[in-house]
């Protein structure tokens, strides 16, 4: 059985390698205690290593405000369920696990929350807000539970089969409860994050362009102020204009549906709109507007986590630089300083020439083991370093 065991420091740390070496390998270890599942899609069972019964992760993090470390385990067996601990005792669920660590990731791949469809936005505001609130990853898995059976009851009627209007009334109830509920959540995270994200952008860009994040969805009318659940730190309940109007969307269009064999409304439909001085972002910007965009969002993300859970995130950040100009790796630098960075790259000279004399730890990631960089390494002399 293969091991890897890596130790970080408080700042900046930098996993250097050649491709397919494991650097991301280390980062896809850590995050899946954020997210409870690998950031690159791949399926649990993927995870383990060819041959092997099983694989095992393990977390050792000190929390700010807590004396002794934290440790998170994760089991992932070739059969049979995951499990998870922390600190020796089981976990129930992977519900119980979310909140321990929080971490925020940013890969080549976000370049297209942008570019990309609904569902990629809608991806990036789940995984952003369950770090901070169980409650809501709690009502996302039981509304996806509802969909899933509510869409297989519409092909069971497209069949033929009788269903009666009780029937329809227990899923347009149970949807509209859970999804107003992660529509207030959602709508008070967007209205953090767009205050935030115009910030940072005008940091980048000079204010030159406005940017604009929008929440759209069929919970929402005009009048709706979602209450504060992630600033308040308090239960409250989503105005009852949310719930009532899931509910006229989840039963106006039901012979369509039928038709169609899929719920066409709901929080499931969601997105962000994305603007800059008011136009489309994904239709005007340019490449290096997107880019700020995306990065604008990530640092918003993480100062969100900070303010609202009490500890500031870790970011990991997956052969990110290496896409980004000089100025704007030095701009991530800056709005990062004082903050725990894990960077992987395939050279050390994406850090910014100007915090290149900091205090970063540099290491050699080879054949999925983990070394120190030398000096003449960290220079880019490989001639002088072997």
Request: aromatic letters at 8%.
């Amino acid at each position: 059985m293969e091991t890897c065991a890596v130790e970080f420091t408080e700042g900046v740390n930098v996993l250097c390698g050649m491709n397919a070496q494991g650097k991301s390998n280390i980062l896809e270890g850590i995050y899946y205690f954020a997210r409870g599942r690998s950031f690159r899609g791949a399926h649990d069972k993927e995870l383990i290593r060819f041959g092997c019964p099983y694989a095992k992760m393990r977390l050792d993090m000190l929390r700010e405000g807590y004396q002794y470390p934290t440790v998170l385990e994760a089991y992932l067996p070739k059969t049979g369920r995951k499990v998870f601990h922390k600190n020796g005792a089981q976990l129930s669920s992977v519900v119980e696990m979310m909140g321990n660590l929080r971490a925020v990731l940013f890969c080549p791949a976000h370049l297209s929350m942008v570019t990309g469809g609904p569902l990629e936005r809608r991806t990036f505001l789940d995984i952003a807000i369950a770090q901070l609130s169980p409650l809501y990853l709690t009502h996302v898995r039981r509304y996806a539970k509802l969909l899933a059976e509510r869409n297989a009851l519409l092909k069971l009627a497209a069949g033929g089969h009788p269903v009666t209007d009780a029937e329809w009334e227990v899923y347009a109830e149970g949807l509209s409860i859970h999804g107003a509920e992660i529509a207030a959540f959602r709508k008070e995270y967007v209205s953090l994050l767009a205050e935030s994200a115009a910030v940072y952008f005008a940091g980048m860009t000079g204010g030159a362009e406005v940017p604009g994040v929008i929440y759209q969805s069929h919970a929402l009318t005009e009048e709706d102020d979602a209450p504060c659940y992630l600033t308040s730190h308090t239960a409250q309940n989503p105005p009852q204009s949310m719930r009532a109007q899931l509910k006229e969307k989840l039963t106006v269009h039901l012979d369509r549906e039928i038709l169609l064999g899929s719920t066409l409304a709901g929080i499931h439909k969601d997105d962000i709109r994305l603007t800059l001085n008011g136009r489309e972002a994904k239709l005007y910007a340019s490449q290096g507007q997107q880019r700020s965009f995306v990065l604008a969002l990530k640092l918003a993300e993480g100062g969100i986590a900070a303010k609202c859970g009490e500890a500031a995130p870790v970011f990991l950040l997956d052969d990110v630089f290496s896409e980004l100009d000089e100025n704007r790796r030095a701009f991530m630098m800056e709005k990062l300083t004082g903050r725990q960075i894990i960077v992987t790259s395939c050279e050390p000279g994406v850090i910014p020439s100007k915090y290149r004399d900091a205090d970063i730890s540099f290491r050699r990631v080879e054949n999925g083991s983990v070394r120190p960089l030398t000096e003449a390494e960290k220079d880019g002399n490989e001639e002088a370093a072997t």
